[in-house]
Nanobody
Framework: QVQLVESGGGLVQTGGSLRLSCAAS????????MGWFRRAPGKGREFVAA????????FYSESVKGRFTISRTNAKNTLYLQMNRLNPEDTAVYYC????????????????WGQGTQVTVSS
């Protein structure tokens, strides 16, 4: 059974930083691309970032490019999202996802999801 558990969310002021983690189990982590999505209040889940199996390729949405960094440690079965220069528009529940098929930027492409971690950025 695949399990993805996010952690590291919280309340931060504008301009601050947070590092999210996603601990994966139940499936070969190193064999799967991984991704982060987020859902802001009243909106659908949107793509944030994705990373290839060995971390050599990364992809970002335009809204976070240059501020967020996705990374992974396969030996620890863990995915990360370093978020810098946060602003109130980044307030959302952040989800990690595993094993995409098709367009990785779309929610429907991913087979496995975590429960999410709340990030709140105050102005």
């Amino acid at each position: 059974q695949v399990q993805l558990v996010e952690s590291g969310g919280g309340l931060v002021q504008t301009g601050g930083s947070l590092r999210l983690s996603c601990a994966a189990s139940g499936r070969s982590f190193s064999s799967d691309p991984m991704g982060w999505f987020r859902r802001a209040p009243g909106k659908g889940r949107e793509f944030v970032a994705a990373i290839s199996t060995n971390g050599g390729q990364t992809f970002y949405s335009e809204s976070v490019k240059g501020r967020f960094t996705i990374s992974r440690t396969n030996a620890k079965n863990t995915l990360y999202l370093q978020m810098n220069r946060l602003n109130p528009e980044d307030t959302a529940v952040y989800y990690c996802a595993q094993d995409p098929e098709g367009d990785y930027r779309t929610e429907g492409a991913w087979h496995y999801w975590g429960q999410g971690t709340q990030v709140t950025v105050s102005s």
